[in-house]
């Protein structure tokens, strides 16, 4: 065992400790007063079903936290990388088929072992508290469609850039960052015309009060719209959601059924002039520079230290190999990803302000308002979080604090 053997067990461990500090930091605000601002989200048994929900949830992280946590050093101290690298030696000798296999039978074993965890979170707690819509043949179906899109996405991309570290050596960082920045772009533009379907149905919003509201909206604003579709996301929840995609004759937007059902139809339109605020901030834009320039940084790192014996040798694996290297590295680099998320959480926020004020500007603020006191009741949402765990976690500000900037 190696003393970067030891390093990982440590940012494994010392990850999970604080983890764990923010989980029981943030539960203990449960029972906070809540503000004068939110006392009409829930009435008083919706409050305490609320409350009962967080710390279900809160006691549920901390088994499966803890489980994946022993899982994980488990597999490392008993040679569970170096067992599965044997048996992919045993079977080819081909280093992206050896990566292939290596990853297959990791991920697919790994989800095995936690699919009880997500059985329970489903059909136990969600069914409790009144949200699941999804049926135990439509769970595993997901299951398989996950495998199969893994394997062919993260597959190809992995032997592509094995293949250019073959064939550039420590360069093929370089066209590994090309590959993988052009997919995220691709992505980007067709994952709800490609992706979106293999899970969910999506039918154009019906001509009606509500279409015409979204277009007059969208023709104020200067916002060319041609694509507006409903997603079926009744179908396994009944929370509510509406996402911005796409960017050029490819944008669209994506309403959730739910959110048509749960809000009224200025509300509706409220909540699509901030995802245009997104758009109209070039957020979207930013976000996916941000996101490859940070791909490309990872990968010229592990260019660095992808030769070095130590790095498979740090996950008990004896051969070198590309494989396992990446397994080490990806650990080894971790904290530096956990910085780098902390800064993109931070300017999420600061976006999200921003696509408030461009719908308040643009719309007004009272129906946004209105439609996120009522998403964040049928979400049964944390109305009082702690500020380290926000810091930490929260892509968006909370509710409090966007509705105290929307009335500013």
Not at 158 to 168: E, T
Not at 287 to 314: D, H, K, M, Q, W
Not at 394 to 399: E, G, N
């Given at each position: 065992m190696s003393f970067l053997f030891y390093i990982i067990i440590a940012i494994l461990i010392l990850q999970f400790l604080l983890e764990t500090y923010l989980d029981i930091l943030n539960a203990r605000h449960y029972n906070d007063p809540v503000p004068d601002e939110l006392n009409d989200v829930f009435d008083i048994t919706e409050y305490q079903k609320s409350q009962e929900y967080k710390k279900t949830r809160y006691r549920f992280g901390l088994v499966s936290s803890t489980f994946s946590?022993?899982?994980?050093?488990?597999?490392?101290i008993f040679g569970g990388f170096e067992w599965v690298d044997g048996i992919v030696r045993g079977i080819t000798d081909n280093p992206i088929l050896m990566a292939l296999l290596f990853f297959g039978i990791i991920l697919i074993m790994s989800d095995i072992v936690t699919t009880p965890f997500s059985y329970y979170s489903t059909f136990v707690i969600e069914e409790k508290f009144g949200f699941n819509k999804t049926t135990p043949g439509l769970f595993f179906m997901d299951k398989l469609k996950g495998w199969l899109m893994s394997g062919i996405l993260g597959g190809g991309i992995?032997?592509?850039?094995?293949?250019?570290?073959?064939?550039?050596g420590n360069n093929f960082w370089i066209y590994a960052w090309a590959i993988v920045a052009l997919f995220s772009l691709f992505m980007n533009l067709f994952y709800s015309r490609l992706i979106v379907p293999l899970f969910n149905k999506q039918t154009p919003l019906e001509s009606g009060s509500l279409k015409s509201k979204i277009e007059g909206y969208a023709q104020k604003v200067g916002f060319e719209l041609k694509n507006i579709f409903v997603i079926d996301g009744s179908r396994r929840s009944t929370k509510a959601n509406a996402y911005f995609s796409g960017f050029g004759k490819e944008k669209r937007i994506t309403l959730y059924d739910t959110l048509i059902n749960d809000l009224e139809e200025d509300e509706i339109v409220a909540v699509?002039?901030?995802?245009?605020?997104?758009?109209?901030?070039?957020?979207?834009?930013?976000?996916?520079?941000?996101?490859?320039?940070?791909?490309?940084?990872?990968?010229?790192?592990?260019?660095?230290?992808?030769?070095?014996?130590?790095?498979?040798?740090?996950?008990?694996v004896t051969r070198p190999s590309f494989h396992a290297a990446l397994i080490g590295f990806g650990i080894l680099y971790s904290p530096i990803s956990e910085v780098t998320g902390l800064v993109m959480n931070y300017l999420s926020r600061k976006f999200e302000y921003e696509a408030d004020d461009?719908?308040?500007?643009?719309?007004?603020?009272?129906?946004?308002i209105s439609s996120l006191k009522k998403l964040s009741n049928n979400s049964l949402s944390n109305l009082t979080p702690h500020p380290a765990y926000v810091f930490m976690h929260?892509?968006?500000?909370?509710?409090i604090d966007r509705i105290r900037n929307l009335k500013a």
């Open positions: 946590l022993l899982l994980t050093l488990g597999f490392l992995l032997a592509a850039i094995i293949w250019f570290y073959q064939w550039a699509l002039a901030h995802e245009v605020g997104h758009y109209k901030r070039k957020h979207i834009i930013f976000n996916l520079a941000a996101t490859i320039l940070l791909t490309g940084l990872t990968l010229f790192i592990l260019s660095l230290f992808i030769n070095n014996p130590e790095i498979s040798e740090a996950i008990g461009y719908a308040k500007n643009t719309f007004a603020p009272s129906p946004l929260y892509s968006h500000p909370p509710l």
